[in-house]
């Protein structure tokens, strides 16, 4: 093809934090493509030095308001290895149930509220009319059954406030759980709705390219605990190889690091989880999985919503077996002191693999900290597959193709503002 | 019935968790869109720059230049300016920057892609700010209770009362005399005493009140003998270090 033009998007919208794209065109073929990241740096390694230990998971909750669980819990396993202690039974319980809570709230909204209006030819939710509107009354409803996990167990919908290195300052009551469980037995079909709303898209999406799926793989569909992380191309690591195996660089034109897994662009989020764990599904996921038209695992970044529409049921329906067994014990509240060392947690955020590790002093005070997130690992397969995607839909109007590659983007459910938590010291 | 408030949602620094509460209104928050139109919304809507807005709700801290830019032009079209969540109101996490030891804070602006200000501001800071709603993240019924005073073309009242009074209304037991050390009692109220009621101290996310007695605290965790370095450490989790001298 003939073609030479340029795409500049700024400003993204319906993504989480600030980024545009700019992309340029030469004789048919895509001759440059950035995702520039715009949002300002945010220093959290650097601001989470000199803390102590016991204020850091809440410090680093901070970085995202969509995956703040995620944060928390990678930061507190990270701790509790640093400080060589095994968490409550009752603590560990309850953050699983929370990572539930996070998952069902994450993907909620960005299904429904932000990746959704791209299908229905629509700007934005707040344009939905008529029957639409009872897609925004289920992705609240279901969204709620979500956060109302989090504020029976963590305080609030956002920012938990009671999880701690080593143990839980409160735990519910039983009375509590029983409304969450409610709300979760009352979205189980319209968590199923959303995996045929989003089958019907994502089959009409020819698009592939084939990539490396990275995540966290264990008995059941892990979430939190990472001990072995897996790759598609056969790796298998523990958890104390993986900085060895994925390497951060810096881009010029971009705020965010971007990182190679093995010297490739790789992917995580739902769909790698997926790929890499797809008999773990609770039975009900699997089920309306194999039902679906489109076929995952697949190579197409479009599926990635439905796998997050996948990932929605296998949430509530594990959160409610999880949670029904759930019996309240006094709290404990053990006098944990600091030591030096170092540790190292990995969880799967909604987005993807989670990496964060500490340093601490003998008095358990922070010296040194690297995070490494979903969207950071994304990045590289973004603007790899724009290259791809863009040559054949060149023919488009220039609004629609834009449109198309703003759909990829989104697709990928970017948390800029958890990207652009670092700041490289070691600068090119 | 009235003209329905034009409002717009912006983020600068931040997590976007503010923004994201409002969704946490649900079945109110339909409610809200029958009086409140959302003209311009990125998060969650394209970007309608040139909007004139009856309200601007803005979460987040100015970090850099081109924070400054962004919200210096919506206070240009905006009849009321909300300061929305602690980024927006007094910085916040964001602010722990501002107390990092001088020599890391230089190294750290001279490294960044996009050139960093020197401290990070919350937005009072920068422009004037009709309203602040404390909390992070903020907290939607005082957002709500907000929208309907202005439709109703009243100005609500903030009150200057500590934590600690919401603490002893829900009657839970004083963290303090349990060895925790807590920011209740130099702490805006408003949140009904969510930590302390998990029996986690409060962190002073709300913002300090005007008559705080910081030295009095100080002297009281030091009885508790709690290390001078988490001392410090609590008092600039979200708030600008008190004990900090001029020029320092």
């Known amino acids: ?48 030095k000199g803390r102590h230990f016991s204020q850091v998971p809440l410090i680093v909750s901070r970085i995202c308001g969509l995956c703040s669980s995620s944060h928390l819990t990678t930061a507190t396993e990270a701790i509790e290895d640093a400080l060589q202690i095994q968490p409550t039974e009752q603590a560990m319980f309850l953050r699983e149930a ?10 909620a909204l960005h299904l429904y509220m932000l990746v959704l209006p791209d299908y229905l030819g629509k700007e934005s939710v707040l344009q939905f009319e008529g029957n639409q509107l009872e897609l925004v009354k289920d992705a609240l409803a279901i969204k709620k059954a979500g956060t109302d996990i989090l504020t029976a167990l963590g305080g609030r919908p956002h920012h938990t406030v009671n ?57 059941d569909y892990p979430l939190m605990n990472g001990r072995s992380i897996h790759c598609s191309d056969g790796t298998v690591l523990g958890k104390n190889e993986l900085s060895k195996h994925i390497k951060e660089f810096v881009v010029p034109y971009s705020t965010a690091k971007n990182t190679e897994f093995n010297g490739k662009d790789y992917v995580v989020g739902a769909l790698a989880r997926i790929a ?23 190579h197409c970044p479009f599926s990635t919503n439905l796998a997050q529409a996948i990932e929605l049921v296998h949430c509530v329906e594990t959160a409610i077996d999880h949670l029904d ?14 030591k030096d060392g170092n540790g190292i947690g990995v969880t799967e955020a909604p987005r993807g693999l989670l990496y964060h590790t500490y340093d601490l002093n003998a008095d358990g005070f922070v010296t040194d900290s690297n995070m490494v997130i979903p969207t950071q690992q994304n990045i590289r397969s973004i603007e790899l ?30 948390c800029i503002s958890c990207s652009v938590h670092f700041l490289k010291v070691n600068w090119l | 019935m009235a003209k329905k408030m034009r409002a717009g949602f912006y983020s600068l620094s931040c997590c976007e968790g503010c923004e994201l509460v409002v969704f946490d209104l649900e079945e109110k928050l339909l409610k809200a869109l029958e009086f409140v ?29 081109l924070d400054k830019k962004h919200l210096e032009e919506i206070r240009e079209r905006s009849t009321y300016l909300v300061a929305f969540g602690a980024c927006a109101t007094i910085a916040g996490i964001p602010g722990i920057r501002n107390s990092l030891p001088k020599e890391m804070q230089a190294k750290l602006n001279s490294k960044a892609i996009i050139p960093v200000k020197e401290k990070v501001f919350p937005v009072p800071a920068v422009v004037k700010t009709d ?58 109220a408003g949140c009904k005493a969510l930590c302390p009621t998990e029996r986690a101290q409060c962190i002073g996310c709300r913002g300090f009140t005007e008559d705080a007695n910081f030295e009095a605290l100080r002297k009281r965790f030091r009885k508790m003998d709690v290390d001078e370095r988490i001392i410090h450490n609590l008092f600039t989790y979200f708030n600008q270090n008190p004990f900090k001298k001029e020029g320092e």
């Open chain 1, 385 to 414: 597959d724009l290259n791809d995607l863009v040559p054949t839909i060149l023919s488009m109007p220039k609004p629609k193709a834009e449109l198309e590659m703003e759909k990829l983007i989104r697709s990928y459910d970017p």
């Open chain 1, 325 to 338: 067994g759930y019996e309240p014990h006094k709290a404990e509240w053990p006098d944990i002191q600091g």
């Open chain 2, 131 to 188: 309203f602040v709603l404390q909390g992070c993240p903020a907290f939607t019924h005082e957002l709500l209770d907000l929208l309907v005073a202005l439709y109703h073309g009243k100005k609500p009242v903030l009150e200057n009362i500590p934590v600690c009074k919401e603490c002893k209304e829900r009657e839970n037991p004083c963290l303090l005399f349990e060895g925790i050390p807590c920011l209740g009692p130099v702490t805006y």
């Open chain 1, 163 to 219: 999880h701690r290195p080593g143990y839980v300052t409160r735990a519910p009551n039983r009375e509590k759980v029983e409304n969450v469980l409610n709300g979760l037995r009352s979205v189980r079909d319209l968590a199923a709705q959303t995996v045929l709303i989003f089958d019907k898209y994502s089959k009409k999406q020819t698009f592939e390219r084939k990539t490396n799926f990275v995540a966290l793989k264990g008995d």
């Open chain 1, 98 to 107: 929370s990572l539930f809570g996070e998952f069902i709230k994450s993907h």
């Open chain 2, 37 to 65: 139109e959302i003209v311009d919304a990125r998060l969650f809507d394209g970007n309608h720059p040139n909007e004139k807005l009856d309200i601007a709700i803005v979460e987040g801290g100015v970090q850099s230049e």
């Open chain 1, 276 to 298: 890499l764990n797809s008999k773990q599904l609770h039975p009900k996921a699997k089920e309306i999985m194999d039902s679906c038209e489109t076929k995952l695992p697949n």
């Open chain 1, 1 to 48: 093809m003939h073609k030479n033009e340029d795409f500049c998007i700024k400003n993204i919208t319906k993504i989480e934090g600030h980024a545009n794209l700019d992309l340029k065109v030469r004789g048919g073929k895509v001759d440059s493509c950035e995702f520039r990241v715009t949002e300002s740096h945010r220093f959290f390694e650097d601001m989470v």
